[in-house]
């Protein structure tokens, strides 16, 4: 995972107040599942594991809000953008006609509007 996000503070000076951001983050899962042995009327899922992944990229525009304290920062954010997710899935199943099970991989390829509000909270020295 890695996130840049370059911020405009308009009203104070930064890192405290309100701020305007774009950002870019790009985040990768990877996992298994297992196989598909035996035939299409007796088979079992607990084969060879099978690799599979997610690759997900958001486009955001942020605006919030970051109040410095003694010792605690808190920062309030809400955001639109754009998310776009690419991935790979193993996918079995059956020809049809005979009792012979198939395998293969799928992609997956989607964007969607993404929405997003966000707090957190720090402690420093």
Known sequence: MFSIQPRFYFDSD???????GL?????????SVPGIIGSA?????????K???????????????????????FEYTTSIGLRNVSGKRYAAGTNGTSNTILESTSTIQQSILNFNFGIKAGYHF
């Not at 930064?14 to 305007?20: K, R, V």
């Not at 009327?41 to 594991?49: E, H, I, L, V, Y």
């Open 14 to 20: 930064a890192p405290d107040g309100n701020f305007l």
């Open 23 to 31: 950002s870019f983050d790009n985040y990768r899962y990877n996992y």
């Open 41 to 49: 009327n007796n088979f079992k899922q607990n084969g060879a594991d």
């Open 51 to 73: 690799s599979e992944y997610d690759n997900i990229s958001d486009f955001m525009v942020h605006f919030g809000r970051q109040t410095i304290y003694d010792k605690l920062t």
